[in-house]
C-alpha cells in the first residue's frame, strides 16, 4: 500500500477513537431535466404525497429514536415536512408549470437561500431543509430515499455533511465513527454523535478529495479517527489501525472503570464538574456520582416552537422538576438566550440585518422586561420548595451596567449571587468590574470564540479560528480566572471546550474553577484532571498562551506532556475535613464538594423557514 496522505484535521467534537473500513454516504438522488407538465394538480399531488413519505419516515424514525435528542431533532423534521406553507408554495410553482421534483428542488432551495442568507444557527438549519427535498425527490422519482450504507460489517462513515434524519438512527455497534467535510460544533452531526456516544470530527477540509485520491490507489481503503484531537487519516495500514484499536479499547477501558469522585487534579485541588442541560429529561439517565450539580440549565427550550409565552405556573413547574431531580446540588439557571438566531415570535422583535451583533439574550429585556421578570419569579418560586442552590445568570452581557441591572433584577426576586455569562470579549475585558456587582461569571467558550475571531460559529470552512485553543481565546479568559481570585469568585466554562480532556486541564491552569458540560462528557474529563497536577496544568496554560495559534498551543502541550512523563507523581495527600455547609471560600479556592480522589489514574491517551429556525429547539445545544 502507497504512503497514506498527510493528517487531515477537523474539529474534534465527540471524543473517542477509531480505526476500520471507510464507508461514504450514498449520493442523493440527479435532478433530471424539466418535463414539460400538463396537469397541474397531478405534480402538485405528486409532490405533497412525496412530503408526506418523507413524514411519515421521519415520524416512526422518531418513534424508534435511540435517544430523546434524536427522538426531538427528527420531530422537529417532521414537523418541517408537514408545514401547510410548501403545500401553498408548491401550488403557485406547479400552477405556473413545473413540474413536481423541480417544483419540490425549487421550493426548498428558496427556504435554504434565506436561512444561509441569516447566518448563525439558522445558516446551519439549511442542512435540514435540503435533506429532506432530496428525500422528497428521491420518493417523487420512485427512487429509495437516500441513507447511510449498510455493508453488513463496522465502519467508519464519511460525507460532504450528514442530515439529522441519517445520524439520529445510527447505530453505535455498526457505525465506529463520524466525519464530514462541513459542519460545525453545534450542527446535528456534532450533538447526535455526542449523544450515541460516537467519535466524530466535522469541517475536516480536503476530506473526499483524499478519500478520491487514495481510493485510486487501493480498494482496502481504512482510516484512523480521533474525535478528541480532530486528526483524521485515511489510508492507514493493519499495523496503525491495530494500534489504534487497541488504543480505543483501552481508552473506553478505562473510562468505564474511572473514578466517580468529584473533580479533583492528582495533587487534589479541587474543580467542581457539572453538567449541561435542557430539561429534567437530559439528567433521566445521567450519573451524577461526584457532580457539583448542573452548570447550565438552557431555559429557552421550554419557550421556543411557541407562539405565546409559557405562563407563570408552567414555568415554575418546569424548574422544579429539574431541581427536585438535582437533589441537593448546585443549579445555575441560564435565563432566556433568545432572539436573533432563535427567534421567538411572541417576543416580536424587528427583523435585524446581522442578528448575531442584535438582540439577544439579557438585551431582549430591553423591549421585553416582563419576559424576564416573569421566568425569574417563576425560578424563585421553583426554588422555595427544593433542596437544590439555585442560582441564576444572565447570557449576552458586554457591560457592568448590564451586569448591575440583571442583578438588581435577581435580588428583587429572592435570587441572591447571580451571575453572568461572559461571551463576548468586552465582558471579559471587563471582568473585574462585572465581579464587583456579580456572583459569578461562566464562561461561553463557543460565542466567546465566534466573537473574538469573528468566525461565524456554524462555520466549517475556518474549523482552526474555531478552535477553543486559541491563544487570543485563552487570554481572555485567563484574564477572567484573574479577576475571579481577586474577588474571591468562581469562574466557570460552560462551553464546548469544557468537555474536551485535552483542554481541561489547560483551563483549570488558566484559574477556571467549574468546568460543565455533557454528562457522557464527564468521566474522560474527570480523568484527564486527575492525572495531572495543578502546577503541570499552570505550565501548560503558559505554554498554550505563549503559543502563536492554536495548533501551536496544542504541539506545546503535547511536548510538555512527553517531557513530563518520565517523572515520578507527587503523592496525593490526604484530605482533611470538610467545611460546613455554607462556608463561603477563600478568595481564589473553588468549593469543596467531597475527597479527593485515592490515586492518579494514567495520563489519557489522548414558514418551513420557521419551522426550521425553531428546531433549533431539538439540537442546539449550546454552551453560550
Known amino acids: 500500500m502507497p504512503n497514506p496522505p498527510e493528517p487531515l484535521r477537523g474539529l474534534g467534537v465527540s471524543p473517542g477513537l477509531a480505526a476500520g473500513p471507510v464507508l461514504p454516504m450514498g449520493r442523493p438522488p440527479e435532478l433530471p431535466p424539466p418535463l414539460a407538465a400538463t396537469d397541474p394538480r397531478y405534480e402538485l399531488a405528486t409532490a405533497v404525497n412525496a412530503l408526506e413519505a418523507v413524514r411519515a419516515d421521519l415520524a416512526e424514525r422518531a418513534r424508534n429514536a435511540p435517544t430523546k435528542d434524536a427522538r426531538d431533532v427528527l420531530e422537529a423534521q417532521a414537523a418541517i415536512a408537514a408545514d401547510p406553507m410548501l403545500e401553498s408554495d408548491l401550488g403557485v410553482r406547479t400552477e405556473r408549470g413545473e413540474d413536481a421534483v423541480h417544483a419540490l428542488h425549487g421550493t426548498f432551495d428558496e427556504y435554504r437561500r434565506v436561512l444561509l442568507e441569516a447566518g448563525a444557527h439558522l445558516a446551519e438549519r439549511a442542512t435540514d431543509l435540503a435533506d429532506i427535498a432530496q428525500r422528497a425527490i428521491a420518493v417523487a422519482l420512485g427512487e429509495p430515499m437516500p441513507g447511510v450504507p449498510a455493508p453488513g460489517h463496522p465502519f467508519i462513515l464519511i460525507a460532504d455533511d450528514l442530515a439529522p434524519a441519517d445520524t439520529a438512527t445510527l447505530d453505535p455497534a455498526t457505525v465506529l465513527a463520524l466525519v464530514t467535510e462541513r459542519g460545525g460544533p453545534t450542527s446535528h452531526t456534532a450533538i447526535l454523535a455526542r449523544s450515541l456516544g460516537l467519535p466524530a470530527v466535522v469541517g475536516c477540509g480536503g476530506l473526499l478529495a483524499s478519500l478520491t485520491a487514495v481510493s485510486a490507489e487501493t480498494s482496502d481503503l481504512r482510516a484512523t479517527v480521533d474525535g478528541t484531537t480532530g486528526e483524521v487519516r485515511i489510508g492507514v495500514g493493519d499495523d496503525e489501525v491495530a494500534s489504534h484499536q487497541q488504543r480505543g479499547e483501552h481508552l473506553k477501558a478505562r473510562l468505564a472503570n474511572a473514578s466517580r469522585q468529584p473533580g479533583s487534579t492528582a495533587d487534589g485541588h479541587r474543580v467542581d464538574l457539572m453538567v449541561n442541560i435542557g430539561s429534567a429529561a437530559d439528567l433521566a439517565s445521567a450519573d451524577l456520582t461526584g457532580v457539583a450539580g448542573v452548570g447550565l440549565f438552557r431555559t429557552e427550550f421550554l419557550f421556543l416552537e411557541r407562539r405565546t409565552e409559557p405562563g407563570f405556573d408552567e414555568q415554575v413547574s418546569a424548574y422544579r422538576e429539574v431541581f427536585d431531580a438535582v437533589g441537593d446540588r448546585t443549579v445555575i439557571v441560564r435565563t432566556l438566550d433568545a432572539g436573533a438566531d432563535k427567534p421567538l415570535p411572541f417576543l416580536g ?14 438585551r431582549t429585556a430591553r423591549w421585553r422586561p416582563e419576559v424576564l421578570d416573569t421566568q425569574l419569579r417563576a425560578i424563585a418560586a421553583a426554588a422555595t420548595s427544593t433542596r437544590a442552590t439555585v442560582r441564576v445568570m444572565a447570557p449576552m452581557i458586554s457591560t457592568a451596567t448590564e451586569a448591575a441591572d440583571f442583578a438588581e433584577r435577581a435580588g428583587r426576586h429572592g435570587l441572591a449571587n447571580a451571575g453572568v455569562m461572559v461571551e463576548v470579549p468586552a465582558a471579559a475585558l471587563r471582568a473585574s468590574a462585572l465581579l464587583q456587582v456579580a456572583g459569578f461569571l461562566s464562561i461561553g467558550t463557543n460565542d466567546l470564540s465566534q466573537y473574538t475571531l469573528a468566525v ?26 484573574r479577576a475571579g481570585r481577586e474577588a474571591g469568585k468562581s469562574v466557570s466554562v460552560c462551553g464546548e471546550a469544557a468537555a474536551d480532556p485535552l483542554l481541561a486541564p489547560i483551563l483549570v491552569g488558566l484559574g477556571v474553577t467549574r468546568l460543565s458540560m455533557s454528562a457522557r462528557s464527564l468521566p474522560a474529563v474527570r480523568e484527564a484532571l486527575s492525572s495531572h497536577d495543578l502546577a503541570d496544568c499552570e505550565r501548560m496554560a503558559e505554554r498554550a498562551l505563549a503559543a502563536a495559534d492554536a495548533a501551536q498551543a496544542r504541539a506545546a502541550v503535547a511536548r510538555a506532556a512527553v ?36 490515586s492518579a489514574p494514567p495520563a489519557p491517551v489522548g414558514s418551513p423557514t420557521e419551522a426550521a429556525a425553531v428546531s433549533v429547539n431539538a439540537d442546539t445545544r449550546r454552551g453560550g
Open 349 to 362: 422583535l424587528a427583523d435585524e440585518p446581522n442578528p448575531a451583533l442584535g438582540v439577544r439574550g439579557f
Open 456 to 481: 461565524d460559529r456554524q462555520s466549517g470552512d475556518l474549523p482552526d479560528l474555531l478552535d477553543p485553543w486559541q491563544p487570543a481565546l485563552l487570554e481572555l479568559i485567563a484574564m477572567c480566572t
Open 563 to 598: 517531557a513530563r512523563g518520565a517523572v515520578n507523581r507527587p503523592a496525593v495527600p490526604q484530605p482533611g475535613p470538610l467545611p460546613p455547609p455554607g462556608t463561603p471560600p477563600q478568595p481564589g479556592t473553588p468549593p469543596q464538594t467531597g475527597s479527593p480522589p485515592p
